[in-house]
């Protein structure tokens, strides 16, 4: 299995969940895909992304960070950072990692398995008074209208 080619593929389902982008979302899975959330949801594709972007979408912004990758064969275990901001604002961090498994669709590397394994979690208050004034940069948001869409 090619290497480079896994580790896009869970940047790109990083990626998705942090733009609320459904299509790259559905992108990364083979369309038989087995998705174990534990109580989150449990299912095929089309549930998954629905109760995805719902999730995901009750919060102000989310950013997920992949470390430590390891690939043995079709099996792939990634680290992952995933911050949340939620209305409050509170800030909710978790740990985890996203045990997969991984298959050629078409052509191209795409998730056949995907299962989540919380590590840690904390959830506390915090400030963005900073961040709501003027920062002189661009600033992110969720869907296509974020500047990464017309860099990439």
């Known amino acids: 299995m090619n290497h ?7 940047y790109r389902y990083c990626r998705a969940l942090d733009r609320l982008d ?15 959330m534990g109580a989150i949801y449990r299912g095929g594709v089309d549930g ?3 109760v995805a972007m719902g999730f995901m979408g009750s919060m102000e912004s989310t950013r997920h960070c992949v470390s430590n990758l390891l690939v043995e064969g079709d099996k ?13 604002p509170t800030e909710l961090i ?10 050629e669709h078409n052509g191209a590397m795409a998730i056949a398995r995907h299962a ?8 506390r208050p915090v400030n ?10 661009p600033r992110g948001c969720r869907g296509r209208d974020d500047p990464s869409y017309a860099a990439a």
């Open 4 to 10: 480079d080619a896994i580790a896009t593929l869970v």
């Open 22 to 36: 459904a299509d790259l979302l559905r992108s990364v899975f083979h369309p038989g895909a087995e998705i174990d």
């Open 48 to 50: 998954f992304i629905d």
């Open 76 to 88: 792939v275990e990634a680290y992952v950072d995933a911050w949340h901001l939620l209305p409050g």
């Open 94 to 103: 978790v740990r985890a990692r996203y045990l997969q498994t991984v298959t």
């Open 116 to 123: 989540e394994v919380i590590d840690f979690g904390t959830q």
């Open 128 to 137: 963005t008074g900073w961040f709501a004034g003027e920062i002189g940069l």
